[in-house]
């Protein structure tokens, strides 16, 4: 029986390599399993269908229940050989599977969501500035924060600050951000931080002295309550999750001005390329159903030298672009998103 179960996968593989719409249909009416993996290299009949192209292909055998986010044993997945192979109709198809099944997700996984802060270990543990004020790590040298990411701040800052005025940060870390804020002169700053010994640095270095900076003591969620209206918002935390930054975007639309920009660290999905493209059109779709348009920058980024990475236990970014979020409110004739969101 599993002889037959898996001579039957790999003639699937093979028909949907050749793009063979009528055989693939038939053998998935006969029950082969659409998300049959051969187990010497994790190759799906969907990677199959990717890798060359066959985009009809790749809808049938997503209908019949083959996973969009399904690795083979290089760790990609049907998303990534498309994008290889330029195929973009098949790209376009994954990815709106992708986004579909994460909203859905999204939605389940809210249900049973604990009322736990998600970083709450790492608020409770100690951090430490190490190379000169370069990294902040925890307690387990994960980095917090690095000064790679200098470029990135810079460019937020420009982009938050391209319209004067008040400005938020959420997360201070080391400052790269908030310095390059300084650098722009706003009207007013505000920076939220939870972390006591990051609250301790930002007073040793005398951020808290500086004329137009506001310092608020606390995490976001306590505190965002008690806070005015910003021209720039930029949010950058540690340790939390996507569901945090939608919590986040959900109140953070009462604190946006009309005609104001807001940005955030897109560091979701950083380890593969498709489910980092999938979360971007993820956040994209749900701050369309709040009325904002979101585009992205693409800027090159090169970390692949181990030397930056030394010492450090999570290697949180492996893309070579970074892709930096304008997120402005959608004005009224610029046309309606056509993003479903079946969470809703
Ligand atoms: C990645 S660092 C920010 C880096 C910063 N953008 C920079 O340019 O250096 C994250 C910061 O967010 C702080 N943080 C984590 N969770 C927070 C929360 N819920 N509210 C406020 N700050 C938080 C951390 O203590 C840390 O200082």
């Known amino acids: 029986m599993a002889e037959h179960d898996s001579q039957q996968g790999h003639r699937l593989i093979r028909f949907a390599e050749q793009g063979d719409q009528q055989q693939v249909e038939a053998l998935l009416r006969s029950r082969v399993d659409a998300a049959y993996q051969d187990p010497s290299d994790g190759r799906s ?34 998303g990534d050989y498309a994008l290889a192979g330029q195929h973009e109709d098949c790209v376009e198809v994954l990815l709106n599977a992708g986004v579909q099944a ?17 970083n709450s270990s790492y608020l409770e543990q100690r951090v430490q500035y190490l190379k000169e004020g370069a990294q902040l790590v925890d307690e387990e040298s994960q980095g917090v924060m690095m000064a790679w990411e200098g470029p990135l701040m810079q460019a937020h800052a420009k982009a938050i600050c391209s319209g004067g005025g008040d400005v938020l940060n959420v997360g201070f870390g080391l400052g790269l ?17 939870a972390h006591p010994d990051v609250l301790r640095k930002m007073r040793e270095d005398g951020w808290e002295d500086k004329p137009n900076v506001h310092v608020v003591h606390g995490r ?50 950083a380890d593969n390329a498709f489910f980092h493209m999938v979360s971007c059109e993820v956040v994209k779709c749900e701050l369309a159903a709040k009325g904002l348009s979101t585009s992205f920058i693409p800027l090159p980024i090169n970390v692949a030298d181990p030397a930056i990475w030394q010492d450090i236990l999570n290697k949180y970014w492996q893309l070579d ?11 009224i004739d610029s046309g309606v998103t056509d993003c479903k969101d079946p969470s809703s």
């Open 321 to 331: 672009t970074y892709l930096l979020p304008i997120v402005q409110w959608t004005s």
């Open 177 to 193: 951000v908030d310095m390059a804020i300084q650098s722009k002169n706003p009207r007013s700053h505000t920076i939220i931080e």
């Open 102 to 118: 994460e909203l859905i997700l999204g939605a389940i996984e809210r249900k049973a969501r604990s009322a736990q802060p998600s």
């Open 220 to 269: 976001w969620q306590d505190v965002i309550s008690q806070l005015g209206q910003y021209d720039g918002i930029f949010f950058d935390t540690f340790g939390e999750d996507y569901e945090d930054l939608r919590e986040f975007q959900h109140q953070m639309i009462h604190l946006l001005r009309p005609g104001g920009l807001y940005s955030y660290f897109n560091g979701l999905s």
């Open 45 to 78: 009949a969907l990677i199959a269908a990717a890798s060359e192209g066959h985009a009809a292909v790749v809808k049938t055998l997503l209908a019949a229940g083959a996973p969009w986010n399904a690795f083979d044993r290089q760790a990609n997945c049907a």
